[in-house]
Structures are given as C-alpha cells and as structure tokens.
C-alpha cells in the first residue's frame, strides 16, 4: 500500500546511500526494514517491536538489519545517533507522543530525518457517493476510539501536529495527505489495486484492531465483536466510494 502511494519509493524523502544508521520503529514483521537493507547495503538498519516475528519466514535477513525487542515508550538506549528514524503505523501504540519525539529527536545525528506515517478509514465521507449515514464502520471506528481513549492510547492522528515536533525541536517538517480508496470501485487501475491493498489490510485487520480494546476497555463481548465486525466487512464489501486518508509526515533535527 505504502509502495504505491510513495510510487515505488520507501520513503518520502531523500536519503543518500552514505547514511550509517537507520532505525525502524515498531517494525512488525520487518517488511520495510528488510526492503530498506537491501536498498542501503552499507547502512546499519536496526529493527525493534514489542513483539517478537518470525523474521526467517518473511525471507532472508541482510546481514546489515538486525531486530530488537524494544518498547518505545521506554527510555532508549541506543549509543550511537541514527540519520533516519521511520515510525509506520504505530498510531494506538504509543500513550505520549511529546516523549516519544523528545527521545527520536535526542538519538538522531544533527541534520538526521524522521518519518512517520499512519492510515485511518474514513467514515461517512459526505463527499463520496453512496456513503452511509450512520454505517457499522461508523459504529465501528467510533468504538474504537473510545476504547483507545479510556486505554490511554489514542487513536488519533494528533501526532501529525507539526506543533508536536516542533516542541522536541525539530524544523523543516512538512505532513503529506494522501486520500485512498478501499474497495475495488475506483476506474483508474492504479487506483483500483491500492484500494484492493487497502481492502486486504483492512479485511486482515479489522478483528485483529478491536478485539482486544472493546472487550477490554469497553466491556463488549467476543461475539459482540466479531459480529460488528462481519457487518463492517459487508457494507465495505458493498461500498463504492469508501476511502482512507494515509498522513506522511518529514521533520529535520537542525544541524
Ligand atoms: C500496524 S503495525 C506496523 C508494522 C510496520 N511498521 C509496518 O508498517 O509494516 C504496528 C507495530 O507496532 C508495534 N508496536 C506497538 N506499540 C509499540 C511500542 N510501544 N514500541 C514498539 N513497537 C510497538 C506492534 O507490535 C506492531 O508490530
């Protein structure tokens, strides 16, 4: 999904093949810190999660990224600065952004770059046609955030404030909007396989990013759960015109 919106790219901005360090945050499986070793052999690419992925099974590991078990809400730890930090997807993980940017800002090299990025659905989008007015995915993403309210982990795109970065120091920050399409619905072919991507990401997702939050915090039951989530996955299934809005975001510490 994120190749397509960044044309082939791994990142928004320019990174010439010289940098040494390259930190991935919230790695998940590894995808983009694999890709990103392959691309920058001479670059040490380390890769850290709270959870710990079979990374053999995703393909074989260049001998310059390594993955940690990190939580990146503790103080860090690393003793050499990065030249880039890449932070994708890791919205709802993380309970206080201004430490977190105080800690990427205090481990990046003077001139070093951060990325982040996240993706939301959009609900009742009044702009698209045939968009329900009060639709399962509404109910859904409106649980959601109220889950992740009371968890203290909000769901939101607040980080993406340049305000926030700002406050940690860092300049030249600049947030990318990109509105994607969820469905198959879309004409243009390029169009149409980012919104199948987008439908496959949400399909796989979908329990996998309430569950834990709504029985939980909210006090549904499983079932509840997974019968909201049927309902989400067959009105998005009869959609057209459904979308997501993808945000990229690029900041620089000074030099
Ligand atoms: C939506 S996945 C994104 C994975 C990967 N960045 C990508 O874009 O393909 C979010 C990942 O962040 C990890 N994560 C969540 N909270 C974290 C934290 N506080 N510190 C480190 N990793 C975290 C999760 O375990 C999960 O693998």
């Known amino acids: 999904m994120y190749l397509i919106i960044l044309e082939g790219r791994l990142m928004k901005c320019a990174l010439p093949q010289s940098i040494r360090r390259v930190l991935d945050v919230g790695s998940g499986p590894g995808d983009w810190a694999l890709a990103m070793g392959e691309a920058y052999p001479n670059t040490e690419i380390i890769a850290t999660d709270i959870s710990l992925f079979d990374t053999e099974s995703v393909g074989i590991c260049p001998p310059n990224v390594s993955f940690q078990i990190d939580d990146a809400q503790e103080e860090w730890t690393f003793h050499e600065p990065f030249d880039f930090i890449h932070v994708r997807g890791l919205g709802g993980g993380v309970s206080d ?100 991507m987008t439908l496959i990401v949400l399909f796989e997702g979908l329990e996998a990013s309430s569950m834990r939050l709504l029985t939980k915090y909210l006090g549904w039951s499983a079932d509840d759960v997974i019968d909201l989530c049927e309902k989400v996955q067959l009105e998005i299934l009869n959609s057209e015109g459904m979308g997501g809005l993808v945000k990229i975001l690029v900041a620089r510490k000074p030099r």
């Open 97 to 196: 952004w201004s430490f977190f940017y105080q800690q990427t800002y205090q481990h990046l090299a003077p001139g070093g770059l951060i990325q982040v990025a996240d993706c939301a659905l959009i609900a009742n989008d009044f702009s698209m046609p045939n968009s329900p007015p009060n639709s399962y995915l509404s109910i859904y993403l409106a649980a959601i955030s109220s889950a992740a309210e009371v968890a203290g982990f909000p769901r939101s795109f607040d980080h993406f404030r340049p305000a926030a970065l700002e406050a940690a120091g860092f300049t030249d920050i600049r947030v990318y909007d990109t509105h994607i399409p969820v469905g198959t619905w879309p004409e243009d072919p390029l169009e149409k396989t980012l919104g199948k």
